[in-house]
């Protein structure tokens, strides 16, 4: 009787687990309670212009009726990005005023780079908020954060709990700059190229601290076709041999895809070091050249002009940026949206895509069509 019913008992328990889903097959998503941004103008929602002043107007019109931190007429992929994990779009780190951390912060300023750079804001535009800087705050946010939430009250309200870090998804977009700012510096391609290992370094040097403190969920972004932005098309030379199909400057794009090759080299080499960890690398690269190489299959026009921003070949001019105020015969004007329909144009103020871009470049990737492994954001607390 006794050895009946133990049968019985085994083979039930070998009938249910064939219906126990395996965690490795069935995957549930992620619920990441919190995002922790490191970037640059990119994903900037309010870092530089909490240090250095808000961004002008008309940044923001499009969608937060007003300045609101971001290089844009509207939202960001970043705010796509937690839009569609169903948090709250994420406050900057140096932002004092209103900032609400509970589901993440963002340490992200316009105009950073991977590598300090030897040059202030006021000489080169580059933000002193370099990677390094950005992963200081990081890390003060950690631990301070953690003491100032244990006073209870609105603390416990305003910032995310001690767990949240390990289980958190922590995105990088940056790059763009470190390459921008070699050419700046009159370097040639070759000696920028020359520095990327460095720049990469420094950039794996980064992750492990944060895998250090707890990370494991990674979101890379790679860098964009920056041949094709307006800043660079009309301060760098290049000769009309230089110029692709799409009208874009392919010295410069060749660079961006020799960082990328490296950068995908280095999530790998994370990958091997950190195994209890998930990267994913997203090749957003791909997806902003397919939208400015092709804007007419895609609904949009003019994919090498700045809707905001004045004169020249692309309506850019480095002196006279989107939202600054000049002299028009003898008159002070500001420099305006001269786009007819943000909505159908790409390029924001010659440096920042427009919202409706950010939007489209969102819903490329956020299905992990463009990602290695190839895992939808919400699954990307998964390796594979
Ligand atoms: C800044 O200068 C230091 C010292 O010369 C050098 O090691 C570093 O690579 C420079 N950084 C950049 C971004 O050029
Ligand atoms: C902070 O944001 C969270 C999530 O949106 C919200 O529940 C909480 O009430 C907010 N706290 C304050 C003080 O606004
Ligand atoms: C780069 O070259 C241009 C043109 O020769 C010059 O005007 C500029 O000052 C140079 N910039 C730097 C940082 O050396
Ligand atoms: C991902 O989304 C894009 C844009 O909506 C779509 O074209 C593509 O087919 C999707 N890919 C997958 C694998 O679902």
Not at 47 to 65: C, D, K, R, T, V
Not at 144 to 156: H, L, P, T
Not at 159 to 180: E, M
Not at 193 to 204: E, G, S
Request: proline content about 5%; charged content about 20%; hydrophobic content about 35%.
């Amino acid at each position: 009787m006794e050895s009946h019913s133990l049968r019985i008992l085994l083979s039930l328990t070998v009938i249910l687990s064939l219906f126990i889903p395996n965690p490795v097959y069935a995957k549930t998503i992620c619920e990441f309670p919190a995002i922790f941004n490191f970037g640059d103008s990119n994903s900037d929602t309010g870092g530089l212009s909490a240090a250095f002043g808000q961004a002008w107007p008309p940044n923001g019109e499009s969608y937060f009726h007003g300045p609101a931190g971001r290089y844009c007429d509207g939202r960001l992929v970043i705010d796509f990005i937690a839009e569609s994990l169903r948090l709250p779009y994420l406050n900057a780190f140096l932002d004092a005023l209103g900032s609400n951390f509970s589901h993440g912060a963002n340490f992200a300023t316009a105009g950073s780079t991977i590598r300090p750079q030897n040059t202030t804001l006021q000489q080169s535009g580059f933000s002193p908020i370099s990677l390094n800087v950005q992963y200081y705050q990081f890390n003060d946010f950690q631990h301070r954060s953690q003491i100032i939430r244990s006073k209870g009250g609105v603390f416990k309200e305003l910032l995310p709990k001690d767990v949240d870090f390990s289980r958190a998804l922590y995105t990088f977009d940056i790059g763009q700059n470190d390459l921008s700012a070699g050419y700046f510096l009159n370097m040639s391609t070759d000696q920028v190229r020359a520095y990327v290992p460095d720049v990469l370094d420094q950039f794996k040097t980064v992750i492990k601290y944060i895998h250090d403190h707890g990370g494991r969920s990674f979101w890379i972004h790679n860098t964009g076709p920056v041949g094709c932005l307006p800043y660079i098309l009309d301060r760098l030379p290049i000769t009309a041999g230089q110029v692709d199909k799409a009208g874009c400057a392919a010295p410069f794009n060749e660079v961006a895809q020799y960082f990328n090759r490296e950068l995908k080299k280095a999530v790998i080499r994370l990958r091997k070091d950190f195994p209890l960890a998930a990267f994913t690398y997203v090749d957003v690269y791909s997806v902003k050249y397919e939208l400015i190489s092709q804007a007419k299959k895609y609904g949009f026009v003019h994919p090498l002009r700045a809707c905001c921003g004045h004169g020249g070949r692309y309506n850019y001019n480095v002196n006279h940026g989107c939202g600054s105020k000049m002299e028009v015969n003898g008159k002070e004007i500001m420099v305006g949206k001269s786009c007819k329909d943000p909505s159908v144009t790409i390029n924001w103020d010659g440096v920042h895509y427009t919202q409706a871009a950010n939007k489209w470049i969102f819903d490329q990737i956020v299905n992990g069509s463009f990602s290695d492994p190839p895992i939808p954001l919400k699954m990307a607390c998964y390796r594979q």
